[in-house]
Structure formats: C-alpha cells, structure tokens
C-alpha cells in the first residue's frame, strides 16, 4: 500500500497544526460558529444530534493492520468504544469532544491518517474497487490513479471552496464493485484500440433526492491527460454550478440543465486550453506511485487444497460462509474474504474497539497486515491462502465476525439515520436490525440468495436507498416515522433506480412488507439462478405490489 | 481600509467608486463592471490608472478586451464559502494573460489566503469589521503543496524528482 514520504507526512502534519489552531480560534471566539462551520467540515467534523461527529478518511479503503489497531485505540479512548465504516470507505466516530479533536488527528498523523476532505463543499475522500490489485477481472490495479488523485485533490487550491460536495469514484474491471456511476465522477480505467490506458468520464451521477445515473462524457482521456482534464471539469462546475439554492448545487443538476453533450463541450473547451501545461502527469511520478502497489511476493500454492475441500465438506456453515464471503482471487491458492459488519440485530458497518484490535491481528497473521473497506460497510482481508480460511473463520466466529451474509439479504447498507444524524427524518438502525432478525436463519438466507437491500433515514440517500435492489426510504408523516419502499435498483454495472412500491409502510409493518416482497420473488423466479434483480426485470413491480398490499390488507382485517 | 500584500497590512491605495459618483482626477480607482461597460470608452481614455471590480457571478471573459488598459481587477467574494472567483483569479492570469494586480474583496479569511495567492490574488481587501490578523501567520501554514499552478511554490511532485535527480 502508499507509504507517506517526507513530503506527505509533513503536510499531514502542517494540516493538523493549522486545524488545531483553527479550534482555537473558534475556543477564542475570533470565529464565529457560522464562519468555523465550513472550516471544521472540511476537517471531517460535524455537529449532530447529541454530539460532534469525526469521519476520517481512509483513502480507496486502505488500511494497514497498523492503522486499524490506531482506530481501535481511538474509539477507547476518545468515543464510547467501536466506530462506523461508511458508504464512502471511511470510518466515523459518533461522541468526540471538541477539544479532543485536534489530539485525535495527532495521533492519526502518527499512522499516516487524517480527517481532510471527508466533508464539507470540496473534493472528498476518493473511493474505488475494494478488491483492487487483488481481483482477476482488473485490467489495472486503480488504486496507483486513487493515489494520484487523493494527491491532486488535497487542500486543492482552487476547488475548496465549490458550489457542493464533490465525490470520485474508480473502478478498473467491467464488473462495478464501487457504484462508480453515482458519484460526481466516475472513472473507468480502459485501454483504446491502440492498447494505451486511459479514462471514461461519468460526470454528473448522484444520488440524495434527484438521483441521476452518471452519463459518459468522455470515452477516453489518455492517462496523462487525467489531471488536466480534472481540473477542467472541476473549473466548469466552480464557474457555472449552482449557488443559489443548495439541493440544485450538485454537478449533475448543472450537467442535466446543459445536457451531457454541451457540458462535455465546455469541458473540452477548457481542457484543450490547458492540458499541454504543468497539469501533465510524469510517467515517473507515476512509476513512483506504482511500486508501492506492486504485487506482494506471494508462496506458490495449488490452485485446489485439498485439506480446505475437506473442510467446506465437512461444515456446512463453514461451506456457507466461504461461499458468501470469499471470492476469487488473482493468484491461485488465495482467496478474497469478506468479513461481514451486519451480525443479526446489529447496526450496520459498526466494529467495537476489540473487534478492531482481533482484526488487525487476523490481518497480520493471514492477509500480510492488510484490510479494506467496502462501500457495502463491510471488511477484506485481501490476501488469504486456502489452507488459513477455517481457522480464520473459527477465530472471526469467536468476536461475532463470522456472519455467513455478504450479498445477501441481510448485508443492508444503512445510514445512521435518526439514532445521530441531524438531517434524517426517521431511524434506520432499527429497520435493518429487525430484518436482519427476520431473515437469520442462514438457509433461508442462502436459498433467497444475492440481494442487496439498502436503507436511508432521509432523502439525502446516504444509506443508498435508489441503487438497492430493494430500497428503503424513512419519511416523516406527521411526526411519525414511515417508510417507503423501492424495487428494482443497482448500484453495480447493470446500475438502475428502484421504482416506489406504494404508499408507505409504519415501521411496524416494513419487515413483513420486505418478508412478502422476498416471498413473492421465491415463488415467481425462473430457478435460484435467477436473482431477485433479475426476475423484478422480467416481471415488473406489480406482482410484487399487489402481493404486498393484500397482505397487509389481510393483516389489518386479522387483526380487527 | 485596509490591505494585505504578502500577508501584511497596507494602506489602501485604490478609491473604489460608487456609480453615480464623480471619477476623482489623479486616484486610482475601482470602478463596478458596470460603469465600465457604460462609459467604456471615456474611462479608456483616463489617464490614471483604472481597475474594474467583478461581482461572483460576473466572468473576466466580459472584460478580457479591455484587460491591456486595465491596472486592477478586483474579485468579490460576496460570503467566503463562495469560491467562484478562485477560478475567475486562474482564467485571469492563465488563460488571459493579465499581468496586473488581482485582489480579493468582501468576506474573506486568512483560511483562505494560501489558496487565493496560489491562484494568482495579490492584495486581499477584508470587509469592513473582518480581521486583518493571522494573515502573515497563515502563508506560513504550509510547506507542501500537491498542485501545480502558475506560482513559483514547487509541488511536492517535483520536489521529490528533483531529489532523485540529484541523487542520481
């Protein structure tokens, strides 16, 4: 993985030292809160409901085992003992005190971390494949371009201060692990008919209330080119995007109110204008970049261990939890395991301090010290030899890890909804903990099969509510909490929006209405090949819809 | 009122007037884009120096005809979350080519100051009851820089292949 060099780590540490004098200055009194809002949020720091809230990044959701056992040390000392993985790769804690802060990103400096960008009107934290480097299906390993953008994007001197959050994803495979199209950016490392690396832009994607699946702007933009064309972008959104009403502010409302074709014409403009200038990328930074990523040395292994088949033959829960955690990985004998965050009746992407510590210890002794962070709010240990996976699930089993659940049903997205957050309209946590427990029997889950069920408190959509091949959607009608469902989204390379089912459902009746939405698929798919994504395509939503509804018809009447 | 160059407060050297105001003979002065365009051509033919303020929303490309008689061009920032004219300031000095003074006015902070040099600001005019202070503290905040611009601050990209340069 990236290793700081002096540069790095000293700017880290300029960051620190500037933001810890800019809480002084607010302790002070020289800023007023409303002038040290921006300033905190660029710095990853909220206010919510009961407390401020601290997200640091974790760049491309990479972490050494090193770093992981730093972030356990933080949530025993400065929160209430665990931490939250997000949507977006990072981890935030949900009780630090203000004059805590600044200590809390000292200690971050000492591990190569930080809190810069992961929030706040700028360019985010950059996301990517979670199974980068390690996936056969890559034709680039994306996180050496991650790296090259996390560089260009840090305390950018021109687009700090833009009309809205900016958000870049990268992906190198034709399969979407990252939900690349619903990001401002989405990138695409791709080869043109000459074999040269290169970029597809997706520019203008999103989420939150007006969803928009990101159109190709470009189809190819050559590997040094990638900076320019950046900031090309960058600057035809600070220049034109929207200030004046802060739901319309996003690029996608700029590039829908254009079209993607003039959009990407003014962008072209631009680019065309400076792409022969100093934004041109060296090969040898490149180069530089690149051999931090260079495949590990790894022990040549046979593609079949015949101890691990033994194993999977004699456990079935064993066979269970390979079949839904582990994936294939580039180099025989290794595997890709998938730890999930979603036990049953727990809050999603949630880990305890403990849980940490076990991590980063699992990772040193079976993954070389290394782990990853989903956009799922899941954990990888990437590196994994075959002969390792029952003692890795025994020991994982032993701290609550071992749930058999990855893609499936109850590995729900959610956002933190009303428990914390100050903008969500309902709670979310309790929804998935309650479908998590209506769907724990690990048989059924493995007969309903991959399905990917998110949840948001509000419209913001941070639980990715649209994108789920079942979404929920906490409203608020007259001060009660209801949810909405939606069918038929993805986030993945057949990306689509879910459709609404129906009026919404209290949150007494959301987990039978998600019960029958499941139900209804097992009796009406082809076979269990064919997803639930898959058959809601060949059918519709109305099967599913008027099962829903009488049968929530039929629980009223029952129960008068 | 007061502004800062290099991080240091001066005086003011400029007038900025008022449209309906009489032009002062001999000042420097800041006219609104505005005026500029209504009296285009007598304020040409001025021979004090002249500047033309931008409001956020106003692009330098509708003043790029006249940049060659232009001493001044000021750039608001009407709240300080508004960062249009850290753009306007790069079209200015990159894509134009003007060579004269770019200054920040309106609702600045000393956060700020780094990223507006870095793209081609030279004087900052703080709103009336905005600290002038900490300004001369923050250009020494950083020492690493991660993006190229047209100012003379080496990247830490080049940084780190001039080293190996010299290594080698």
Same mark, same amino acid.
């Given at each position: 993985?990236?290793?700081?060099?002096?540069?790095?780590?000293?700017?880290?540490?300029?960051?620190?030292?500037?933001?810890?004098?800019?809480?002084?200055?607010?302790?002070?009194?020289?800023?007023?809160?409303?002038?040290?809002?921006?300033?905190?949020?660029?710095?990853?720091?909220?206010?919510?409901?009961?407390?401020?809230?601290?997200?640091?990044?974790?760049?491309?959701?990479?972490?050494?085992?090193?770093?992981?056992?730093?972030?356990?040390?933080?949530?025993?000392?400065?929160?209430?003992?665990?931490?939250?993985?997000?949507?977006?790769?990072?981890?935030?804690?949900?009780?630090?005190?203000?004059?805590?802060?600044?200590?809390?990103?000292?200690?971050?400096?000492?591990?190569?971390?930080?809190?810069?960008?992961?929030?706040?009107?700028?360019?985010?934290?950059?996301?990517?494949?979670?199974?980068?480097?390690?996936?056969?299906?890559?034709?680039?390993?994306?996180?050496?371009?991650?790296?090259?953008?996390?560089?260009?994007?840090?305390?950018?001197?021109?687009?700090?201060?833009?009309?809205?959050?900016?958000?870049?994803?990268?992906?190198?495979?034709?399969?979407?692990?990252?939900?690349?199209?619903?990001?401002?950016?989405?990138?695409?490392?791709?080869?043109?008919?000459?074999?040269?690396?290169?970029?597809?832009?997706?520019?203008?994607?999103?989420?939150?209330?007006?969803?928009?699946?990101?159109?190709?702007?470009?189809?190819?933009?050559?590997?040094?080119?990638?900076?320019?064309?950046?900031?090309?972008?960058?600057?035809?959104?600070?220049?034109?995007?929207?200030?004046?009403?802060?739901?319309?502010?996003?690029?996608?409302?700029?590039?829908?109110?254009?079209?993607?074709?003039?959009?990407?014409?003014?962008?072209?403009?631009?680019?065309?204008?400076?792409?022969?200038?100093?934004?041109?990328?060296?090969?040898?930074?490149?180069?530089?970049?690149?051999?931090?990523?260079?495949?590990?040395?790894?022990?040549?292994?046979?593609?079949?261990?015949?101890?691990?088949?033994?194993?999977?033959?004699?456990?079935?829960?064993?066979?269970?939890?390979?079949?839904?955690?582990?994936?294939?990985?580039?180099?025989?004998?290794?595997?890709?395991?998938?730890?999930?965050?979603?036990?049953?009746?727990?809050?999603?992407?949630?880990?305890?301090?403990? *849980?940490?510590? =076990?991590?980063?210890?699992? /990772?040193?002794?079976? +993954? @070389? !010290?290394? $782990?990853?962070?989903?956009?799922?709010?899941?954990?990888?240990?990437?590196?994994?030899?075959?002969?390792?996976?029952?003692?890795?699930?025994?020991?994982?089993?032993?701290?609550?890890?071992?749930?058999?659940?990855?893609?499936?049903?109850?590995?729900?997205?959610?956002?933190?909804?009303?428990?914390?957050?100050?903008?969500?309209?309902?709670?979310?946590?309790?929804?998935?903990?309650?479908?998590?427990?209506?769907?724990?029997?690990?048989?059924?889950?493995?007969?309903?099969?991959?399905?990917?069920?998110?949840?948001?408190?509000?419209?913001?959509?941070?639980?990715?509510?649209?994108?789920?091949?079942?979404?929920?959607?906490?409203?608020?009608?007259?001060?009660?909490?209801?949810? *909405?469902?939606? =069918?038929?989204?993805?986030? /993945?390379?057949?990306? +689509? @929006? !879910?459709? $609404?089912?129906?009026?919404?459902?209290?949150?007494?009746?959301?987990?039978?209405?998600?019960?029958?939405?499941?139900?209804?698929?097992?009796?009406?798919?082809?076979?269990?090949?064919?997803?639930?994504?898959?058959?809601?395509?060949?059918?519709?939503?109305?099967?599913?819809?008027?099962?829903?509804?009488?049968?929530?018809?039929?629980?009223?009447?029952?129960?008068? | 009122?007061?502004?800062?160059?290099?991080?240091?407060?001066?005086?003011?050297?400029?007038?900025?007037?008022?449209?309906?105001?009489?032009?002062?003979?001999?000042?420097?002065?800041?006219?609104?884009?505005?005026?500029?365009?209504?009296?285009?051509?007598?304020?040409?033919?001025?021979?004090?120096?002249?500047?033309?303020?931008?409001?956020?929303?106003?692009?330098?490309?509708?003043?790029?005809?006249?940049?060659?008689?232009?001493?001044?061009?000021?750039?608001?920032?009407?709240?300080?979350?508004?960062?249009?004219?850290?753009?306007?300031?790069?079209?200015?000095?990159?894509?134009?080519?003007?060579?004269?003074?770019?200054?920040?006015?309106?609702?600045?902070?000393?956060?700020?100051?780094?990223?507006?040099?870095?793209?081609?600001?030279?004087?900052?005019?703080?709103?009336?009851?905005?600290?002038?202070?900490?300004?001369?503290?923050?250009?020494?905040?950083?020492?690493?820089?991660?993006?190229?611009?047209?100012?003379?601050?080496?990247?830490?990209?080049?940084?780190?292949?001039?080293?190996?340069?010299?290594?080698?």
């Amino acid at each position: 993985m990236y290793r700081y060099d002096q540069f790095d780590a000293t700017f880290v540490r300029e960051r620190t030292a500037q933001f810890k004098g800019q809480v002084a200055r607010r302790l002070a009194g020289e800023l007023t809160e409303e002038e040290f809002r921006p300033l905190r949020l660029k710095n990853g720091l909220y206010l919510q409901l009961h407390a401020y809230m601290l997200r640091v990044a974790i760049p491309y959701g990479e972490l050494s085992s090193k770093q992981m056992r730093k972030l356990a040390f933080i949530a025993r000392r400065y929160d209430k003992g665990y931490g939250h993985f997000t949507t977006r790769q990072n981890i935030q804690y949900n009780w630090p005190r203000l004059d805590d802060v600044p200590a809390i990103l000292e200690h971050l400096a000492e591990v190569e971390m930080h809190a810069i960008q992961t929030s706040g009107n700028c360019i985010r934290n950059v996301t990517s494949d979670h199974f980068a480097g390690v996936a056969a299906d890559e034709i680039e390993d994306p996180r050496v371009w991650a790296e090259v953008i996390r560089q260009w994007s840090t305390l950018h001197p021109e687009f700090s201060y833009l009309p809205r959050k900016f958000k870049i994803a990268i992906i190198a495979a034709d399969k979407d692990r990252a939900a690349m199209r619903t990001h401002d950016i989405g990138l695409k490392i791709v080869r043109n008919a000459k074999g040269e690396l290169g970029f597809a832009f997706y520019t203008g994607g999103g989420q939150g209330r007006t969803p928009i699946i990101g159109p190709l702007v470009k189809s190819f933009v050559a590997a040094e080119d990638l900076l320019s064309y950046l900031d090309a972008t960058l600057r035809v959104y600070n220049m034109h995007g929207r200030r004046d009403n802060i739901y319309k502010a996003r690029i996608k409302i700029l590039v829908q109110a254009l079209g993607a074709e003039e959009f990407g014409r003014q962008v072209e403009e631009e680019w065309l204008r400076i792409k022969d200038s100093v934004l041109k990328l060296p090969a040898e930074e490149v180069a530089r970049i690149r051999q931090y990523f260079a495949p590990p040395a790894l022990e040549k292994l046979p593609a079949r261990n015949e101890g691990f088949e033994a194993k999977k033959a004699a456990d079935p829960d064993f066979a269970r939890w390979v079949q839904a955690n582990t994936d294939d990985h580039k180099v025989d004998g290794y595997r890709i395991v998938t730890i999930s965050l979603k036990p049953v009746g727990g809050a999603p992407g949630d880990a305890s301090a403990d *849980q940490m510590d =076990l991590l980063a210890d699992l /990772a040193d002794a079976y +993954s @070389l !010290g290394q $782990i990853r962070v989903t956009h799922r709010q899941n954990l990888v240990l990437p590196y994994v030899r075959q002969q390792d996976l029952f003692d890795l699930w025994a020991k994982l089993g032993s701290a609550k890890l071992a749930e058999a659940n990855v893609e499936l049903v109850t590995d729900i997205i959610a956002c933190p909804g009303l428990d914390y957050c100050n903008l969500a309209n309902a709670r979310s946590i309790p929804v998935a903990q309650r479908i998590s427990r209506r769907f724990s029997d690990p048989k059924r889950l493995a007969e309903i099969g991959e399905l990917r069920l998110n949840i948001s408190g509000c419209i913001n959509a941070c639980g990715h509510h649209h994108v789920g091949h079942i979404g929920i959607l906490g409203v608020d009608k007259k001060g009660e909490e209801f949810y *909405q469902v939606t =069918l038929g989204g993805s986030s /993945a390379e057949d990306i +689509s @929006l !879910g459709k $609404i089912l129906g009026p919404a459902f209290s949150l007494d009746q959301i987990t039978d209405a998600i019960e029958t939405v499941v139900d209804t698929y097992l009796d009406l798919r082809e076979g269990p090949q064919e997803r639930f994504i898959d058959t809601y395509r060949r059918l519709g939503i109305e099967p599913f819809k008027e099962k829903v509804y009488d049968s929530l018809k039929e629980r009223r009447s029952a129960a008068e | 009122m007061t502004v800062l160059r290099n991080g240091v407060p001066q005086p003011n050297e400029w007038v900025r007037v008022a449209d309906d105001a009489p032009l002062p003979e001999t000042d420097k002065v800041i006219v609104s884009l505005e005026r500029w365009q209504a009296e285009r051509v007598n304020l040409r033919q001025r021979n004090a120096a002249i500047g033309v303020a931008l409001k956020s929303e106003q692009s330098p490309l509708l003043i790029q005809d006249d940049l060659d008689r232009l001493s001044l061009v000021a750039l608001e920032f009407p709240k300080f979350t508004d960062g249009r004219a850290f753009s306007h300031a790069r079209v200015l000095r990159d894509r134009l080519g003007f060579t004269g003074e770019i200054r920040g006015f309106g609702q600045v902070l000393r956060d700020q100051y780094l990223f507006m040099l870095r793209c081609g600001f030279d004087t900052v005019e703080p709103a009336a009851g905005k600290r002038v202070e900490g300004y001369a503290e923050a250009l020494k905040e950083f020492s690493v820089f991660y993006q190229p611009t047209n100012d003379d601050r080496a990247t830490a990209l080049q940084l780190r292949h001039r080293k190996e340069a010299v290594a080698a």
